[in-house]
């Protein structure tokens, strides 16, 4: 299991796509596909946290391990953190980059394009009560994906927010990622049962170490079950 992709992974993996590339699309055809092909279905989270190996990324790992949990045999897990990578957001607006300018985009999604990639979690920290520059920029620039015949339609999609404080606008955080995945098609889903909310919300209490927030753990756990269970249906289904 890839637990990490830095910058100086994707650039080694040396594969290029065009700025507003998208490697393919998804739908139930997609997951026709992945299965004839004996491909295990993926999920991969996304974290849009500046500090590279932090408490955003911590939770995010709860997710996977519970989402892999429910499934090993069917399941494998990324995790991607955007941290140090080079996302310019004006590119969502047509404009294009400055000479020398990086944008290592494209690169994170040739990781989300592939059919067999059935599930994404996006976490973020709670800045101001809403997600971090970073994560902005990445959903801006998910607008290709989009732009591509709604490539990640139907996709299962779970989000996790993380605080300073126990109330910090982990909720408002959420809500603001969750409209942009529906914007793209997605089915947005919570956390699931017994506490059923709208995603993931944990309490950094200063220690960069979220292991003891009981709750907020307990929230991270069942959204990367529920993602794994809605994914795991449709495939069925399919």
Not at 3 to 10: A, E, G, L, Q, Y
Not at 133 to 142: E, G, N, Q, V, W
Not at 201 to 214: A, F, H, M, R
Request: one cysteine or more.
């Amino acid at each position: 299991m890839a637990r990490n992709v830095s910058r100086r992974k994707f650039l080694s993996a040396g594969a290029g796509i065009a700025a507003a590339g998208v490697a393919t699309s998804a739908g139930r055809q997609g997951l026709a596909q992945a299965g004839q092909e004996g491909r295990k279905l993926k999920i991969i989270a996304v974290s849009c946290s500046p500090r590279a190996g932090k408490t955003t990324a911590q939770a995010l790992q709860f997710c996977l391990d519970a989402a892999q949990a429910v499934d090993p045999e069917r399941i494998e897990v990324e995790l991607i953190e955007l941290a140090g990578l080079k996302i310019p957001a004006h590119v969502a607006a047509g404009l294009p980059l400055e000479p020398g300018e990086k944008d290592d985009f494209p690169l994170v999604a040739e990781k989300l394009g592939p059919a067999n990639v059935v599930g994404i979690l996006v976490g973020s920290p709670v800045y101001f009560c809403n997600m971090s520059a970073l994560c902005k920029a990445f959903l801006d620039r998910c607008f290709s994906f989009r732009a591509r015949k709604f490539a990640l339609a139907n996709r299962v999609a779970g989000v996790v927010a993380v605080g300073g404080v126990r109330n910090g606008g982990q909720e408002l955080t959420i809500q603001s990622i969750q409209a942009a995945l529906m914007c793209q098609e997605m089915l947005v889903v919570g956390d699931g049962r017994p506490r059923a909310h709208t995603g993931a919300t944990l309490w950094n209490s200063g220690k960069d170490d979220i292991s003891d927030d009981e709750f907020g753990v307990g929230t991270a756990k069942n959204l990367g079950r529920r993602v794994a269970e809605v994914a795991l249906n449709r495939a069925a289904s399919t």
